[in-house]
């Protein structure tokens, strides 16, 4: 039984929870695919990123460590394209049949990761605000077999993130240039992450994901989530994190205009520019950073090379 916009938002409000396509109102639907779409195409495009820097691994055991991580991301991509079929969508076509820059994943996984320190960063910081992201959803969402779905991705990005900080504490420990390395990976990837969770509140156009009980918490309660842990992480560690707690306002307060431009040949945010319009942050996203089409590439072409490999078997 399909319900109006208005009376399904009401039902969720109450408790209510969608098991299937039948139920959905065009505006559940609407919400419900942009998510996902967002949740496959983060976790899909993490894959060649992550698979990039896994060859800076100090050891075979480490690149072990690595490759698992990737093989876990992949595994998540598959569950949020699953239930996008589920729905209506084509896997087929959202793996194969888009364009690089038609992908839904935020503009941190079109930067290359160069190092190991840069690896486990993107650990500490994106799987972060990927398990920030997700948990709200698992806790508040009215979609039951994404509900369900959830608890075992939940259970693997803590891992990565896990993985992660064990690394930031060694390469911290070990100082020097090791430190140096982390701390200029943490001066590029904060405010990525940051920059991550979207519009400020007060601009936000759309609550759809709100209105319908896809997810609980707003773009501005999320970033605090996320910098609660990963501000006294870095304090913890003697790395310089960009932000600081308010006790007046509690709250963690960005000690650098937000938002601000990114170079991204330099891997440097121009602070000193001051702050720039959304639209400016948008245009930038729009145009996909440097990996974007490597990276979707390299995802893509696993279709035809696997094709011919099976053709070659039965021919």
Request: net charge negative.
């Given at each position: 039984?399909?319900?109006?916009?208005?009376?399904?938002?009401?039902?969720?409000?109450?408790?209510?929870?969608?098991?299937?396509?039948?139920?959905?109102?065009?505006?559940?639907?609407?919400?419900?695919?942009?998510?996902?779409?967002?949740?496959?195409?983060?976790?899909?495009?993490?894959?060649?990123?992550?698979?990039?820097?896994?060859?800076?691994?100090?050891?075979?055991?480490?690149?072990?460590?690595?490759?698992?991580?990737?093989?876990?991301?992949?595994?998540?991509?598959?569950?949020?394209?699953?239930?996008?079929?589920?729905?209506?969508?084509?896997?087929?076509?959202?793996?194969?049949?888009?364009?690089?820059?038609?992908?839904?994943?935020?503009y941190g996984f079109d930067q290359p990761l160069d190092n190991w320190a840069d690896l486990v960063v993107a650990n500490g910081f994106f799987d972060r605000a990927g398990i920030?992201?997700?948990?709200?959803?698992?806790?508040?969402?009215?979609?039951?077999?994404?509900?369900?779905?959830?608890?075992?991705?939940?259970?693997?990005?803590?891992?990565?993130?896990?993985?992660?900080?064990?690394?930031?504490?060694?390469?911290?420990?070990?100082?020097?240039?090791?430190?140096?390395?982390?701390q200029r990976s943490v001066d590029w990837m904060f405010p990525m992450t940051v920059e991550w969770f979207g519009l400020p509140d007060e601009m936000k156009r759309h609550s759809g994901q709100l209105d319908y009980r896809l997810k609980g918490l707003t773009n501005d309660q999320l970033r605090q989530v996320w910098m609660a842990s990963t501000v006294p992480l870095c304090e913890q560690l003697g790395l310089k994190a960009p932000a600081h707690w308010d006790e007046a306002n509690e709250e963690y307060v960005l000690d650098y205009p937000f938002p601000c431009e990114y170079d991204?040949?330099?891997?440097?945010?121009?602070?000193?520019?001051?702050?720039?319009?959304?639209?400016q942050v948008f245009t930038r996203w729009k145009g996909r950073g440097p990996m974007n089409e490597i990276y979707v590439e390299s995802v893509q072409r696993s279709r035809s090379q696997v094709g011919r490999w099976l053709n070659g078997a039965t021919a």
């Open positions: 039984m399909a319900f109006t916009d208005e009376e399904l938002m009401a039902k969720v409000q109450d408790g209510y929870m969608v098991e299937s396509p039948e139920e959905m109102s065009p505006g559940y639907k609407k919400a419900l695919t942009v998510q996902l779409t967002v949740q496959a195409d983060t976790e899909l495009m993490s894959a060649p990123s992550y698979w990039m820097a896994a060859r800076y691994a100090p050891s075979t055991n480490t690149q072990v460590s690595a490759h698992a991580i990737i093989q876990d991301e992949l595994a998540h991509a598959n569950i949020a394209y699953r239930l996008l079929e589920d729905i209506g969508e084509s896997k087929e076509k959202l793996v194969y049949g888009r364009q690089p820059h038609e992908f839904k994943h935020p920030t992201l997700l948990s709200d959803v698992y806790q508040n969402t009215s979609y039951g077999p994404l509900k369900r779905a959830l608890v075992k991705v939940d259970m693997e990005e803590t891992f990565h993130l896990r993985h992660g900080e064990v690394w930031m504490r060694r390469l911290s420990k070990a100082g020097g240039e090791a430190k140096e390395m982390l991204h040949e330099s891997k440097v945010w121009l602070i000193d520019d001051g702050e720039i319009s959304w639209d």
